[in-house]
């Protein structure tokens, strides 16, 4: 899915919103169309309802944002060992095989079935992400034929280095992707 169709969007809007469409939909075609051929047209509204009930779903599971944000600020304290050990709990709890790595740019090697991920994670909690980091690491994971990701707790990542990760399919796991991830290591998680 694109990441800015309407789907997509609606799927990360609250919940209401795509009911709220729904309901829109429905009420003009009531309104405006004759009565024999309103239901028919309304049944245009039900995947936006879909969609509200996807996002109901996902909007309930995820965690609250306190949650999220005492995830980041116990992944800031950790020094590297820790988080490390943090990141290969959380990703064996999704049952994948990790592997550390005492390579050049990646740090760990995740492996479910025939499909492998390089993680650099070890600049996780420096001031600004640069674009060499994610070249090095994608330069590595073309020569193994795994895909690429980058760990970003704290800082920014440069306009140029999300640019290169959107062109070169480089995942950039920051904010509330890598708290959901760093709570399924957690037992309460």
Known sequence: MAPNSGFAILLRSPWWVSFAIAAAIVLVCGALLPRDIA???AMGALPIAVIGCIAA???WRAPSA?????????AAAMPWKDFANTLERAWR????EVQRLAGLH???RITQGDRAVLVAARRWKAATHG?????ELHAQAQQ????AVYVALTGTVSETARSFAREHGVVLLEG??????LLKATPAG
């Open 39 to 41: 239901p028919f047209a």
């Open 57 to 59: 779903w996902r909007q």
């Open 66 to 74: 306190a949650r999220v944000q005492g995830a980041l600020q116990a």
């Open 93 to 96: 709890t999704e049952g994948h």
């Open 106 to 108: 990646a740090d760990l």
């Open 131 to 135: 674009v060499e980091p994610l070249r």
């Open 144 to 147: 193994q034929g795994a895909q």
């Open 176 to 181: 509330d992707a890598l708290a959901a991830l």
